[in-house]
Structure formats: C-alpha cells, structure tokens
C-alpha cells in the first residue's frame, strides 16, 4: 500500500443525443431534481453494470452475480472429479455453503444475488475434494480471496453471513446533466408489410420517452482498499482497467432505437492523497447555452476544480484528455498516453501492503 491515502478521481463531460439509456419504472428516462431545475440522470448501478459487461468482453477478470453460485460451484466439482453424480455433487455444496454460513433455499439458490468470482469457485471446489472435514476460517479465507476485478472495486454485501462482505475500493456517482433537460417523447406507428395497399390506418401505435444530455460523470478509487482486495501489481492493472471501461462504456437502455453510443468530450483524472473530489458542484447553477452546452461545461468543471484548491491539497497528477490548453493539468493526445501516464504515477507511489512485512 502506499504510506499515504491515494485516491484516482476521474471526472467526464460526456453528451448524449437523443436517448433513453435508464428508465425509471414508468419507462421514462431518470432526472433528478439538482439546483433548482430538472436533471437528465443515470444511475450508478446501471453505469457499473455496463462496466462489467466491457469487462467480460475485454477478458478483464470478472465474477458473476447470481442467485444460482450453487449450481456453478456443483458444476466445477463434477468437472474436477467425473465420479461425482449430481445429487452427490449438490450434497457437497450445500455443506460449503452452510460452512460458510449462506442459506440456500429448496432450488439451491441463495436469498439475494451473490457476486462470486471464477477463482473462488475453482478453489471452493479444490478445497471441498481435498478435505473430507470443512473448515469455516479456511473457507471463509477462499471467499475472501482471489477476487475479480469488479468484485475487488465495487464489494459485495452477504447479508446472511457479514463476514464475507467486501468492501468497495470504488465509487461511482450518478451521471446528472450540466444543465436543465426537458423531457420528450417520440410518438410511432407500424404498418403492417401484408397490409393491402389501399387499407389506411397502422397496425401500431406507441410512444418513448427520451432526452438529451451533456452528462456530468465522476468516479474514485481508493487505491489502498483495491491494493488490499488485490495485491499492488493488479491493483494499478486494475484501475487502468477500470478507467478506460468506465470512459467507453455505456449502459444499453434502448440503444437499438436511439443508436446513442457516443465517447467522452472531456476527461480529467485525478491523483490524491488528502480526500477524493467530486466536482459536481461546478454544475449546481445549470449552464445555459443556444450553442451547445460542451465548452461552457468543460469551463465551468475547471473553474470549480481551481476552486477547491482553496480546501485540499495538489493532487500528485492531473491529467487532461480533450482540451489540448488545459490550465488545470497535463494534456494528453489520447487514451493510451493517459491510461501509459496513470500507470506510471500509480506505479511510483503503490507498494503492496506486504512489502514491509
């Protein structure tokens, strides 16, 4: 770990066309309610989810969350020991999981969705072929080790047995708008192709609920906590990881009607060792513009970052993507220079937290 508190902010200006990528439960695009006007909104829930998902399909390590850990676990045993019948197989995880203190109900599922990674279900497996008794502190050391990366950022709460929980080394915001939205919606109809030619009238009606947005996007690390769930090595891997799916994701609410997937405008990563920043605050009085609303955003968003150098100290590194005469940081041309950069800062001041042992 490092002798201080480090922590990786990372803030994007981002607009989105017409879209509705996160609906509340009438189906309509989420807002909130900030400085006194109406907010495009987008959960951090749904922006972790589409992180995980570019996860997976980067082969970034990343574990599944599942009502169903039963089922997966029984899977490994039989293909670590072919001898194994199912019924056996499931006698064998039901005595796992009531070692480890997680109730299974009469499907063999858990209670709530459970985020477990690849390795711990390798090693659970192992470990239950091994040993014909079960220990609970050697299970609980396999369900608290070899995380995956989303696993390692964004925790897990086992209500059934607190022991297991894992704390996040990340936080995510909601995504708000830079200035005041105004919701719309898209009336359509359908014909039907068979429909003789002269017949008037659609075979459907409907409407979508939509906006547009430049969002106002921010995230942190707390380095030491991601050292501590990983190990300094994967840790600094890890958030680089992280930041380049956090830039390029984009939760997939409706993205076949609007085709919305757009890249940042805007990116400024942060390193501290006093407190992690978010600054949102730049936005609480909405920009207002009949010009687009990106530049006077980027502004106002490095304006606030000056500002709250009256309150904490320099970060260690700043880094800027997006505006080639940025005053707040270094420049970089690219994602690649500012994901090489963050690496080798991190790289300076991470130590694993056994080095000192």
Known sequence: MTEKNLYVDVNVLQTVPSSNINRDDTGAPKTALYGGVTRARVSSQSWKKAVRDIFKADNVSAGTRTKKAADLLAEQLKKLDASLDDETAMGKVGEIFKAAGIKLDKNNETGALLLISRGQINKLAQYALDNEELDKKEIKKVLKGDQSLDLALFGRMVADNPELNVDASAQVAHAVSTHEVVPEYDYFTALDDEQPKDTAGA???????????????????????????????????GVTDFIKDFLISMPTGKQNTFANKTLPSYVLVTLRTDTPVNLVSAFEEPVTSNHGYVKKSIDKLE???????????????ALVLGKADSQVGESVANLSELLEKVTAALSEVVQDENTND
Request: no cysteine; aromatic share 10%; proline share 2%.
């Open 203 to 237: 075979a459907m009606l409907g409407s979508i609920d939509f906006n547009s947005a430049t969002l106002y996007r921010y995230a942190n690390v707390n380095m030491n906590e991601l050292v501590h769930n990983l190990n300094a090595t994967d840790a600094i891997h």
């Open 303 to 317: 304006a606030e970052y000056s500002r709250t150098n009256e309150y904490v100290d320099q970060p260690i590194t």
